[in-house]
């Protein structure tokens, strides 16, 4: 079973930007989905990227279209997520997970491996 390990996150003034890597064990196939959450205090967590590590396919959530991008390394089996313009409403623990589902959707009951997850603060 893949699992997964977060880095990255941190206190960032608004409007700064932030790199966060999520490295995989291992991808175990072309056809993996890989995903970045954000779980923000005291709310659900909830898909804002994901990535096809075959060909680099991505799919975003409309909100973050805009300053999020998401990219990966197969090499190094990392997923990253580049957040730029940062605003309070980020705030919250980002986590990536592992799907097989090829969907244009990022729900968090298709996805697997969760990992620990790294901090995001923006103060307001």
């Known amino acids: 079973q893949v699992q997964f390990v977060e880095s990255g996150g941190g206190l960032v003034q608004p409007g700064g930007s932030l790199r966060l890597s999520c490295v995989a064990s291992?991808?175990?196939?072309?056809?993996?989905?890989i995903g970045w959450f954000r779980q923000a205090p005291g709310k659900e967590r909830e898909g804002v990227a994901r990535?096809?590590?075959?060909?680099?396919?991505?799919y975003y959530v409309p909100r973050v279209k805009d300053r999020f991008t998401i990219s990966r390394d197969n090499d190094k089996n990392t997923v990253y997520l580049d957040i730029s313009s940062l605003q309070p409403e980020d705030t919250g623990v980002y986590s990536c997970?592992?799907?097989?589902?090829?969907?244009?959707?990022?729900?968090?009951?298709?996805?697997?491996?969760w990992g620990q997850g790294t901090q995001v603060t923006v103060p307001s």
């Open positions: 997970a592992v799907s097989t589902y090829d969907i244009l959707t990022i729900a968090q009951m298709l996805y697997g491996s």
């Open positions: 291992a991808f175990s196939s072309e056809n993996d989905i």
């Open positions: 990535i096809r590590t075959g060909d680099g396919h991505t």
